[in-house]
Every structure is written in structure tokens, then in C-alpha cells.
């Protein structure tokens, strides 16, 4: 039986449900958020919402405009490019390719450079010297030339660039890293639990990571819009994505010598890229935020 004790007890929340309460008030991060689930749903799912091959010539509809413009049509609705390929489409394949392989490369960079980059932290000795001096030589060169120079030993592919970009990009989260934990060894709690005898797999799960949150959150973003820079810079080179692969930069690239006929070629896959950075950079200020009021 049921007893109601006429008292209204408010429910404690745990620490990422009072986290998602305090982000579910940030209307613009919220949306934000959707527009990402929906980009990701549209680019596993781009073959279904193709109304065209991305590959499909059509002779008799090359270089049409948009169908709100004059003389375009209803059944292009992005237009066409010097070959008859549905704009649209490619726009699309382009997407799934770009923002496919920027979710990989933020993945598998973050998960190995938090890991690398916390044990760096918590080893001393030789190990932890060789590791510091090898990535502060890695740390001089720009991540996109160091690309560019793997891209250049591996060959020009897609899988090569994806694999290429990880690699420039690992040494500089594993210093991110190593940073971030490093300042917060220093604090007085972490001291108390390596006085009590706490393993560093215990202090790093329990005690170093829970409090590193918003400063992770900063390197991820800035990971992921650096990714997608460097998949689309790479494509835009040639070094990326080849035929029948299209992916955004690549489409730019190939759009170029007809700027001034068909400006519309190269402005939608501009705006995708655009648009993409902008909402994840957004949603990441929100959840940042979100985390930073929770722990106050």
C-alpha cells in the first residue's frame, strides 16, 4: 500500500542530470544540439534522401541554377554542375564524407590522446622525458603541413587522409592533455587520495577526470573544427577523397573554373562547411557552460 507522507522532497539529482537541467535552459546550444543529431542522421542516411546518383550525367541539365532562380528546375533543387550531376546529391555524398570523417578522426584522436596524454602524466622517469621531448619536436611543425607530408608518403586517398590528419593531430591533444591533468594534479584533493594510496587508473577515473570536463570539452571542440578543416583543405588539394568519392573541399576544388558562371557550385559546400563548424562550436560553448555553472 501506498503512504503519502504529505511532504514534498525535492529529487537529488546526479551530476549529469543537473548538468543536462542547467543546458536544457541554453535555448540557442539546445538547438544547436538538433542540428547536430539531424546532420548526423542525414549523413548516415544520405543515400536514402538522394533524389539523384551523385554520379549520374545528365547532358541535357548542365549547369542549371537553383530552382528558385530563373530557368532552374523544381526537380534539381540545388542545381547542377558542368556535367549534369544533381548538386544536391553530391552535396549530400560530400556531407557524409566530411563530417563521417571528422566524427572519426575526434573519436579515435581523443580516446588515444586522453589516454596517452594522462599516462605521460602520471609516469615519471625516462619514459615520461622521451615522450615530452618528442611531442615539443612534433608541436613545431603546423598540423596541416604535417599532414600534407604523411598524405605524401601514404598516397592520396581517402582512408589515407583520414589516417594522415589523425596522426598531425594526436601530438597536440596528448600535449592538451597533459596539460590539463597536470594542473589539476597540483590541486589539494588529488594529493589527499595519492596519500591514501589511490592507484593512478583509480585517481585518474574517480578523481582527475570527473573535474576535467570543461577544459576537455574545449580541446574536443577545437579537435573536431580543426578536423574538418584539414579533411576539407586536403580535398580542396587533391590529397583527399578521390573519384567517385566527393567530399566538400573536393567539391570546392572542382568548382573552381566556373566561379563566375555557376557561383552557386562553390557557395553550397562553403556554406555546409561553415554552417557545420558554427553549430558544433555553439553547442560545445553551451555544454561548456553548462558544465562550468555545475560546478559552481
Given at each position: 500500500m501506498l503512504i503519502n507522507n504529505g511532504f514534498?522532497?525535492?529529487?537529488?539529482?546526479?551530476?549529469l542530470g543537473?548538468?543536462?537541467?542547467?543546458?536544457?535552459?541554453?535555448?540557442?546550444?539546445?538547438v544547436a544540439m538538433w542540428l547536430i543529431i539531424i546532420l548526423i542522421v542525414t549523413s548516415i542516411l544520405a543515400p536514402w534522401f538522394m533524389t539523384h546518383s551523385p554520379l549520374a550525367q545528365n547532358p541535357n541539365s548542365m549547369l542549371l541554377p537553383p530552382y528558385w532562380a530563373e530557368g532552374g528546375?523544381?526537380?534539381?533543387?540545388?542545381?547542377?554542375?558542368?556535367?549534369?550531376?544533381?548538386?544536391?546529391?553530391?552535396?549530400?555524398q560530400g556531407l557524409q564524407f566530411t563530417l563521417g570523417g571528422a566524427l572519426i578522426i575526434t573519436i579515435i584522436v581523443g580516446i588515444l590522446g586522453m589516454v596517452i596524454g594522462a599516462s605521460a602524466t602520471l609516469t615519471k622517469g625516462i619514459k615520461a622525458s622521451v615522450l615530452h621531448?618528442?611531442?615539443?619536436?612534433?608541436?613545431?611543425?603546423?598540423?596541416l603541413l604535417s599532414a600534407l607530408i604523411l598524405i605524401t608518403i601514404f598516397g592520396p586517398s581517402y582512408t589515407n587522409c583520414l589516417i594522415a590528419i589523425s596522426l598531425s593531430l594526436l601530438p597536440q591533444l596528448i600535449r592538451s592533455s597533459y596539460l590539463i591533468i597536470e594542473q589539476e594534479l597540483g590541486k589539494q584533493y588529488i594529493i589527499a587520495l595519492q596519500?591514501?594510496?589511490?592507484?593512478?587508473?583509480?585517481?585518474?577515473?574517480?578523481?582527475?577526470?570527473?573535474?576535467?570536463?570543461?577544459?576537455?570539452?574545449?580541446?574536443?571542440?577545437?579537435?573536431?573544427?580543426?578536423?574538418?578543416?584539414?579533411?576539407?583543405t586536403l580535398g580542396f588539394l587533391g590529397f583527399g577523397a578521390q573519384l567517385p568519392q566527393t567530399e566538400l573541399g573536393s567539391l570546392i576544388a572542382s568548382s573552381m573554373e566556373l566561379i563566375y558562371?555557376?557561383?552557386?557550385?562553390?557557395?553550397?559546400?562553403?556554406?555546409?562547411?561553415?554552417?557545420?563548424?558554427?553549430?558544433?562550436?555553439?553547442?560545445a560553448?553551451?555544454?561548456?557552460?553548462?558544465?562550468?555553472?555545475?560546478?559552481?
Open positions: 514534498n522532497e525535492d529529487k537529488i539529482q546526479s551530476p543537473y548538468i543536462w537541467s542547467i543546458f536544457k535552459t541554453k535555448t540557442i546550444a539546445v528546375d523544381i526537380n534539381h533543387i540545388l542545381g547542377t554542375d558542368d556535367l549534369g550531376r544533381d548538386s544536391l546529391s553530391r552535396l549530400f621531448h618528442l611531442l615539443d619536436a612534433l608541436l613545431a611543425i603546423p598540423t596519500i591514501d594510496g589511490a592507484t593512478n587508473t583509480r585517481l585518474f577515473r574517480y578523481g582527475i577526470l570527473p573535474n576535467i570536463l570543461e577544459p576537455t570539452i574545449t580541446v574536443i571542440n577545437r579537435l573536431f573544427t580543426m578536423a574538418i578543416i584539414e579533411i576539407a558562371l555557376s557561383p552557386w557550385l562553390v557557395t553550397f559546400p562553403g556554406i555546409a562547411i561553415f554552417f557545420v563548424i558554427m553549430i558544433v562550436n555553439i553547442f560553448e553551451g555544454l561548456r557552460h553548462a558544465v562550468l555553472e555545475g560546478e559552481e
